[in-house]
């Protein structure tokens, strides 16, 4: 499950996404983990209470969830750190060959050398792997949305199909919607659509 909170919010016309608070939460299922760029005020049990963010926050940070979840540090031992997170309608699709790790593992370097800088705390690749949702990477300020098919890790092809999504997205972290204008729109959204 991918929820993105502009698709299950009201919010009242005209005002400032930056100046709206929001504390969401979240009720999973028995067993299902998750990931989320938001901050979490509490988390026991099923029931996960996110700490108050701007409405902007809110909408820019979706939450990836799943009875097969795997979390991957990208960068151990090191700041900030990077996650790829992965969520799979089977278990054995949630096998990510080594040399795949230790490949994704050059992404925070890369990214390091390439921009000179990082503006966020933490990033997560929030990854959907089903063949039951639509497929396609968004761009959000710590995390990217990258929906791809249930054998992706399993299948030679897929996989090299599928390569430069995680890049393309993370790269859009700098260039993307944190580089638009805050009048663009009222409610400042993510990514292209």
């Known amino acids: 499950m991918i929820v993105t909170w502009n698709q299950v919010l009201f919010y009242p016309a005209g005002e400032s996404s930056d100046g709206l608070t929001y504390a969401a939460s979240l009720k999973l299922p028995a067993g299902w983990k998750y990931d989320t760029a938001l901050p979490v005020e509490s988390g026991g049990g099923s029931e996960i209470r996110f700490a108050p963010v701007s409405l902007t ?3 820019d940070s979706p939450v990836l969830a799943g009875e097969y ?3 991957v540090d990208l960068t151990p031992g090191t700041t900030p750190h990077m996650y790829l997170c992965m969520a ?7 096998a990510m060959p080594d040399s795949e ?3 994704y593992r050059h992404l925070a370097a890369e990214a390091l050398s390439l921009f000179g800088a990082w503006h966020f705390k933490e990033y997560r690749l929030l990854v959907p792997m089903s063949d039951h949702i639509s497929h396609f990477g968004l761009e959000h300020h710590e995390s990217s949305e990258d929906r791809v098919v249930e054998r992706t890790w399993l299948d030679d092809d897929i996989r090299i199909s599928n390569t430069n999504l995680m890049p393309h ?4 972290s700098w260039n993307g919607s ?3 204008p805050p009048e663009a729109s009222p409610l400042r959204t993510t990514g292209s659509q």
């Open 101 to 103: 790790v230790a490949a």
């Open 169 to 172: 997205e993370l790269t859009h």
């Open 88 to 94: 799979s309608d089977s278990k054995a699709a949630l």
């Open 57 to 59: 926050k809110l909408v």
């Open 69 to 71: 979840f795997r979390r």
């Open 178 to 180: 944190i580089a638009a």
